[in-house]
Nanobody, 121 residues
């Protein structure tokens, strides 16, 4: 089994900052991608940022220049530093990981339970 556990969400005023963390644990053999998605009420889940093991990153246009993703591969942990937050960033943020388990097989995507980020105006 694989678990992704997020932390760091909360309520912040517009212009403020938050840092999200996500730790992957369990029967992990290797991790390919770790990243963050978000889902606002009434909207589809969307990509925020991802990072490969080789540190290649991909950001949504809406967060470029404000959010920074980073990883600690030794700790199977991914972070999302969110600066200059806007009310439209309000959403549940989900950690995502594409990985291989110790049981073999193909790469498979896992999700965390989500953490709420609320930005007040």
């Amino acid at each position: 089994q694989v678990q992704l556990v997020e932390s760091g969400g909360g309520l912040v005023q517009a212009g403020g900052s938050l840092r999200l963390s996500c730790v992957a644990s369990g029967s992990i053999f290797s991790i390919n991608i770790m990243g963050w998605y978000r889902q606002a009420p009434g909207k589809q889940r969307e990509l925020v940022a991802t990072m490969t093991t080789a540190s290649n990153t991909n950001y949504a246009d809406s967060v470029k220049g404000r959010f920074t993703i980073s990883r600690d591969n030794a700790k199977n942990t991914v972070y999302l530093q969110m600066n200059s937050l806007k009310p439209e960033d309000t959403a549940v943020y989900y950690c995502y990981s594409l990985l291989l388990t110790r049981y073999g097989g193909s790469l498979y995507g896992y999700w965390g339970q989500g953490t709420q980020v609320t930005v007040s105006s």
